[in-house]
């Protein structure tokens, strides 16, 4: 066992010992022995470390060298704190603990992969979450969207192949855990379907994500059962502009989750700041990064890391009590044995309950920092995607009812979950487009080609409604030649699931070949569906023409009538 020369003095020292340990020099004690190791069993010797820190907060670092017969040394570096004085105030710490994951479901809610029945269980990403989370004091961040999903797969399922989903009994227990885990927790939920603010501010108005927030809040509170708020936002990587912040005010946000890098400390400053500060009116919460980083690796040496860090911060004003936000990645993967440490390691006496708002919060000013949007090629589809739905929705009976669930759901388009999965989010939004375009050519004319023996007729058109939901909507026909007229236009109602046959007169000038444009319209004369091109083929004769044939008829009549005279009178003479 080495230890530093010195006693650290700030959290820069602490950094610089985890990341170059050999400046541990002085040898406290050498232990020998035989032993025999195994793979299975850890083998554990507990060693007494001779002048441990004992002032209040001491911190020194500490390097254990671990050789083995026939193996390369291991090197352990590590912290021993000294224990505080009494008036000490211990660093209170408050835990976001995000429940987000990439979309499963498409528009229509069918579960497009199973990846979900794997992620559940207790050695799957979103069990050790629940792992690592049950019985703390965790600030819960959830999306509405994901529970939704895991309830769909605890009643049954199957995927778009056809095949039958393999995770009801995975959903259900999950489920049941992280009821249990939330009880008596804070618990915020995400706007539906957890879009990244800085591309759905770019493209939406206030009041579309105000929508999201509440639809998320209401949603979730009735899926698990428990009180839940709305107000906080959580940019992703938790940058965002001052102008961001005011449109997340006027969409009524009061809390918003940001980096430390968009608010950082002035360079006179020797304490580490609290976490909580105001701008623009609302409340902000600043992740620690340090503080952060060592979740994404928990182990056993980065718990006291941590530990470390946060008897400095103690260490810096003690009497000083300084709230900090710890913030993970917006969706950590933990391995089972993280997630375990994460349970036993991680200090459960220091989290605060809930996220505690400074009475008096200094004011800060927002640093500029460049913020990256998702891929416009996964992003420019939404304009159409959401038109099409909401044409189909303007015929339906009752109308836009069947169109609500798909235009909530194509929100999906936007999911944080895409930054890390540009190309998942681009082949998303290529189906979706597919889809909508599928919803909008539910109601449709049929092609085909007509014949009329006259000048004016009734053309038998068939009309098809795939919706499970009764469509009203008028029917039009654009003659593309002079040949025609135009007909009027035709109100139809189609029941669900239906083949319908419509009689439409037509009038036309002339014989011949003409081609009609059908297309269906709402009650405002937009289009819904594509236009459907139809032959018509007018074989009628004229009336004049009719009057020269009939004439030429009768004088034929009339000459051969004449010459059968002449030939009997022949005979007769």
Not at 20 to 26: E, L, V, Y
Not at 402 to 423: D, H, I, Q, V, Y
Not at 556 to 566: D, G, W
Request: charge should be positive; include cysteine.
């Amino acid at each position: 066992i080495l230890r530093t020369p010195k006693v650290f003095n700030s959290r820069s020292e602490l950094l610089a010992f985890e990341k170059n340990p050999s400046i541990a020099s002085q040898v406290v004690l050498t232990k020998s022995g035989d032993e025999d190791l195994e793979k299975i069993n850890p083998f554990r010797v507990r060693i007494e470390i001779p002048d441990a820190p004992q002032k209040s907060l001491e911190i020194r670092g500490y390097l254990a060298e671990i050789s083995t017969i026939g193996g390369k040394p291991a090197k352990v570096p590590f912290f021993l704190i000294g224990k505080g004085n009494q008036g000490v105030e211990p660093t209170p710490v408050s835990w976001i603990w995000p429940i987000l994951d990439t979309p499963h479901r498409n528009i229509e809610g069918a579960f497009m992969d199973d990846v979900l029945a794997t992620s559940l269980l207790p050695q799957g990403r979103l069990g050790r979450m629940v792992t690592a989370a049950e019985g703390r004091n965790f600030t819960w961040y959830i999306d509405a969207e994901l529970i939704e999903s895991i309830e769909a797969m605890s009643k049954g399922y199957s995927l778009l192949d056809g095949s039958d989903g393999v995770g009801q009994s995975a959903a259900i227990e999950w489920l049941a855990r992280l009821r249990g885990a939330i009880v008596g927790r804070d618990v915020y939920a995400a706007p539906y379907g957890d879009p990244d603010l800085a591309t759905f501010i770019s493209l939406k108005k206030p009041n579309a994500l105000a929508a999201l927030q509440v639809i998320g809040a209401n949603r979730l509170a009735q899926s698990l059962g428990v009180s839940v708020q709305s107000d906080l936002a959580w940019p992703s990587r938790g940058i965002l502009s001052s102008k961001s912040l005011a449109y997340l005010k006027s969409a009524g946000y009061t809390k918003c989750i940001i980096s430390r890098r968009i608010s950082p400390a002035p360079t006179n400053e020797t304490a580490t700041r609290t976490s909580f500060a105001t701008a623009g009116g609302v409340n902000l919460f600043i992740g620690d990064e340090i503080l952060s980083g060592y979740l994404k690796n928990i182990s056993i040496e980065e718990s006291n890391h941590f530990y470390a860090q946060l008897a400095m911060i103690t260490a810096e004003r003690p009497t000083t009590a300084r709230p900090q936000v710890v913030i993970p990645e917006r969706m950590p993967t933990l391995t089972y044995s993280q997630a375990l440490v994460a349970d036993r390691e991680l200090p459960i006496n220091e989290i605060s309950p809930a996220i505690p708002v400074a009475t008096n919060s200094p004011l800060v000013t927002l640093t500029a920092l460049k913020v990256a949007r998702l891929e416009p090629r996964s992003t420019s589809v939404l304009p159409r995607v959401e038109s099409l739905i909401t044409q189909f929705g303007a015929i339906s009976l009752p109308p836009n009812v069947s169109s609500t669930e798909p235009k909530l759901r194509s929100t999906l388009l936007l999911a944080s979950a895409w930054r890390s999965a540009p190309f998942a989010g681009y082949l998303f939004s290529q189906s979706t487009l597919k889809i909508a375009e599928r919803i909008n050519r539910q109601a449709r004319v049929l092609p085909g080609r007509y014949t009329l023996t006259d000048l004016s007729g009734k053309v038998p058109l068939t009309l098809r409604n795939d919706a499970a939901i009764p469509v009203s909507l008028r029917l039009e026909l654009r003659p593309t030649t002079l040949r025609l007229e135009q007909p009027e236009a035709i109100d139809i109602q189609l029941p669900a699931k239906s083949h319908s046959q419509v009689s439409v007169p037509i009038s036309a000038y002339s014989s011949g070949e003409a081609f009609v444009e059908a297309r269906l319209l709402d009650a405002s004369n937009h289009q819904v569906g594509d236009v459907v091109l139809l032959q018509v083929s007018i074989s009628s004769i004229p009336p004049a023409a009719i009057l020269v044939t009939e004439i030429a008829g009768a004088a034929l009549l009339l000459a051969a009538a004449a010459q059968v005279i002449r030939r009997v009178r022949r005979r007769q003479s």
